[in-house]
């Protein structure tokens, strides 16, 4: 490998143009070598920003060309698993777009595939880049407030991205896991960092009540449990309206001693013994593509060093182990233990 990582690219659709080409695009250690998508037009647009690129006539012909460093894998996450083996065992380091996987079964031999074959992999969760975020995770471990021993995350997302066209997919519960697998994944990857604990538990409910939006569930509740006897409840719902064009979301992160609140992505607040403080800065557009400006600076760090990813495989796959059992809950009618799967 040169000073100069060449990425190729497996799923070429909104998540990769907006996110993962600006970026290769606009490091100076990075580059697009090859694309794949089995769509014409997402592979047009592509070349529009990485005119350089060959195009691949398969992801296999990606996955063992020599002259790529890097696999950046966009697809949905129902057919990733043989990607990501191929990709391990040819020593091509990656870049795995949430969810890792559909199915437990396939997160867990992806990421023994990553582990064994000793390849760098980047698991891009986009509110970890939140400033939001961030504060509330330095307040909850800073211990002024005591452990935390609730979060509660509420969601009403408009139902735009699960349409038909390029997101079909989406409205398949076997090929995206609906929307809170697909979406609300980020608040549980925010929740596994708040808690001290593992997980221990998982309840799940779920029900599509309107014709008018998604085919699968548009309403969603979630209770996980943890060692520390802290609890996490997600609630997901779709806005009724196909052509509702709202997002509303909060986080509440509830400690023995005080209350974190995330209002918005670039917010948040506690209140403890009488006292309140407010952290806040302007909204800027920019953070979604800086995200991944600075996932890739440091999978080419990780690459060039050996050491692992601040969030990698094993991330991924722990948001999956939670997902599975919220799963089997609702398919079962009762709680699951973490120890069942």
Not at 17 to 38: I, K, M, N, S
Not at 66 to 72: H, K, L, Q
Not at 171 to 188: A, K, Q, T, W
Not at 256 to 272: C, D, L, R, T
Request: aromatic letters at 10%; one cysteine or more; charged letters at 25%.
């Amino acid at each position: 490998m040169g000073d100069v990582f060449r990425a190729g690219c497996i799923g070429l659709g909104n998540i990769f143009r907006d996110r993962h080409q600006v970026a290769l695009e606009g490091l100076p250690g990075w580059e697009v070598a090859r694309v794949y998508d089995v769509s014409a037009d997402a592979v047009a647009r592509a070349l529009e920003k990485s005119p350089g690129a060959r195009v691949a006539g398969s992801p296999e012909e990606i996955l063992d060309a020599p002259d790529v460093d890097a696999v950046v894998i966009c697809t949905p996450p129902h057919v990733r698993r043989d990607f990501v083996l191929r990709a391990a065992r040819n020593g091509k380091h990656l870049m795995l777009e949430k969810p890792i996987a559909r199915k437990l079964e396939d997160a867990r031999a992806m990421a023994e595939a990553i582990e064994t074959a000793r390849v760098a992999c980047f698991v891009p969760f986009t509110r970890t880049y939140w400033p939001g975020e961030q504060k509330c995770l330095e307040w909850a471990r800073s211990g002024r407030f005591g452990r935390p021993v609730s979060f509660v995350h509420n969601s009403i997302t408009p139902p735009y991205a699960y349409r038909e066209g390029e997101y079909a997919w989406m409205n398949d519960r076997d090929g995206s896991g609906g929307p809170m697998f697909d979406y609300s994944i980020h608040f549980l990857d925010f929740a596994l960092k708040t808690f001290a604990s593992p997980p221990t538990a998982v309840w799940r409910h779920s029900k599509h009540y309107s014709p008018r939006t998604i085919r699968c569930e548009d309403v969603c509740t979630m209770i996980v449990e943890f060692g520390d006897q802290g609890a996490a409840t997600f609630v997901k719902v779709s806005a009724v309206r196909p052509d509702a064009g709202f997002w509303h979301e909060t986080c509440h992160i509830t400690c023995e001693h005080g209350q974190i609140v995330m209002p918005n992505g670039y917010s948040a607040e506690f209140f403890h013994e009488g006292r309140h403080e407010r952290f806040e800065q302007e909204s800027r557009p920019e953070i979604w593509a800086k995200e991944r400006f600075d996932a890739f600076t440091e999978l080419a760090d990780c690459i060039r060093t050996g050491r692992k990813c601040s969030s990698n495989e094993q991330d991924g796959l722990r948001t999956i182990e939670v997902l599975e059992a919220g799963f089997r809950s609702e398919a079962l009618g009762r709680r699951v233990l973490m120890s069942e799967l």
